[in-house]
C-alpha cells in the first residue's frame, strides 16, 4: 500500500472545469521517491495510472477514472541567481502563477505574459503553455523526467520536442519531475508593460468554471494555405501565423450553444462553461457540432487543445 492513497475521490473538485466522476483511487505525491512508488503500486495492481497538475486542461469522463489519479505536488520552486540571470528549479507541481508573480515582481522576465493561467508548471510545459505570442518552451533550459522503466533522465530543452502546445512529453508519457526555467533581469517597466497584458486577458476570461480554449488554433501554412485562398476575408485575421479558431466558431453562429449544463461560451467561443451541472457528455456533443459546422464552413479539421481523463 503505498502513503495517502484515497479511494472514490471526485474528479470534478480537481479539474476547473468541475466536470468528472470519480477517480477510483487518488494519491498526491510530493517527491520523486513516492511518484515511483505509486506508480509500481498501480503496475502491481494491473491499473492504468493518469498525471493530474492543476486539472485547468482537462475533460474528465463522467464514469471517472478506474485506475490511480497521481496528483503532481513536488511544488518548491528553488532560484539560483547569477548577475541578470535567475534560474528557477521547479518541482513540476509548482504553481505557474506563483512562478510568474515571484519572478516578474524581483524584475525577471520570462514568463510574465502568463499572468493568470491556472495549473502547474508540469502541465505547462507537457503542453507548452502560451499566449501573448509566447511560450514556456523559450524559457526552458533543461528538463527532468522520469521514464517508462521509471529511470530518471535530463532532457535537454532540443530533446522536448517543442511545438505550439505541444511537447515529446503528450506522446511519451514520460513524466516530468522537475524544471529549470531560465529568467533574465529587465527594467520593472518593460516587465509590467507585459504583465498589464496579461492581466487584460485575465480579464476577459469567462466567469464560470472553464479548461480554457478547447481546440487549438488553426496555424496557417504560407500562400499556400488552402482555408485563406478560399476565405480572403480572414487573412487581416492571423496573428503570428495563427487564426484564432474562437472566431471561426463565431462565424458558425454557434456561440451561446448550450447543451446540458455546458455552453459555447458568448465572450470567446473557443471557451466553454460549466454553466452548473455540466456533463463531459454534454461537452463532447458540443465539440462535435463545432468540429463539423467549422468543417463544412472551412474545410479544415480542429485539434482539441484539452486534453482528456478517462474519455
Ligand atoms: C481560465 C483559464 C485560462 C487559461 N489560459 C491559458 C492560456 O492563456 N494559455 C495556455 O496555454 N493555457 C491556458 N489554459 C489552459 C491550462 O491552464 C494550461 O494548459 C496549463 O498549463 C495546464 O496545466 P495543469 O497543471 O493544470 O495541467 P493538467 O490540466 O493537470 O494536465 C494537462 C496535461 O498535462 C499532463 N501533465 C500534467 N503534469 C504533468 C507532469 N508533471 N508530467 C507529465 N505530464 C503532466 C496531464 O497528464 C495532462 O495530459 C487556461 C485554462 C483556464 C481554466
Request: aromatic share 8%.
Amino acid at each position: 500500500m503505498i502513503n495517502n492513497l484515497q479511494e472514490n475521490i471526485s474528479l470534478a473538485s480537481h479539474t476547473t472545469f468541475r466536470i468528472g466522476g470519480p477517480a477510483r483511487y487518488f494519491a498526491a505525491v510530493k517527491t520523486a521517491q513516492e511518484l515511483i512508488e505509486a506508480i509500481k503500486w498501480a503496475k502491481e495492481n494491473s491499473l492504468l495510472f493518469f498525471i493530474l497538475g492543476g486539472g485547468s486542461n482537462l475533460l474528465a469522463s463522467d464514469e471517472g477514472f478506474r485506475g490511480l489519479v497521481i496528483k503532481c505536488k513536488m511544488s518548491e520552486i528553488e532560484y539560483q541567481r547569477e548577475g541578470d540571470n535567475l534560474v528557477a528549479v521547479c518541482g513540476a507541481g509548482a504553481l505557474f502563477n506563483k512562478l510568474i508573480v515571484e519572478t516578474a515582481k524581483d524584475g525577471f522576465s520570462g514568463a510574465e505574459w502568463g499572468f493568470g493561467i491556472p495549473g502547474t508548471v508540469g502541465g505547462a510545459v507537457c503542453g507548452n503553455a502560451g499566449r501573448l505570442g509566447q511560450d514556456i518552451s523559450r524559457i526552458v533550459e533543461e528538463v527532468t523526467i522520469l521514464d517508462a522503466d521509471l529511470n530518471i533522465k535530463k532532457l535537454s530543452k532540443a530533446e522536448c520536442g517543442f511545438d505550439y502546445r505541444h511537447s515529446r512529453f503528450k506522446k511519451t508519457g514520460e513524466i516530468i519531475l522537475e524544471i529549470n526555467l531560465n529568467f533574465i533581469k529587465k527594467e520593472q517597466t518593460e516587465i509590467d508593460e507585459i504583465l498589464n497584458e496579461a492581466k487584460k486577458v485575465v480579464k476577459h476570461s469567462p466567469p464560470f468554471p472553464s479548461a480554457g480554449c478547447i481546440f487549438k488554433n488553426y496555424r496557417t501554412k504560407g500562400e499556400q494555405d488552402e482555408l485563406l485562398k478560399d476565405h480572403p476575408e480572414l487573412a487581416s485575421r492571423v496573428r503570428e501565423g495563427k487564426l484564432g479558431v474562437g472566431f471561426l466558431i463565431d462565424q458558425c453562429g454557434l456561440a451561446g450553444t448550450q447543451k446540458g449544463g455546458a455552453k459555447i461560451w458568448e465572450g470567446h467561443a473557443n471557451y466553454m462553461i460549466n454553466t452548473g451541472g455540466a456533463k463531459a457528455k454534454d461537452v463532447l456533443e458540443l465539440i462535435v457540432i463545432i468540429k463539423k459546422s467549422v468543417k463544412e464552413k472551412y474545410g479544415i479539421e480542429l485539434e482539441e487543445e484539452v486534453r482528456y481523463l478517462g474519455l
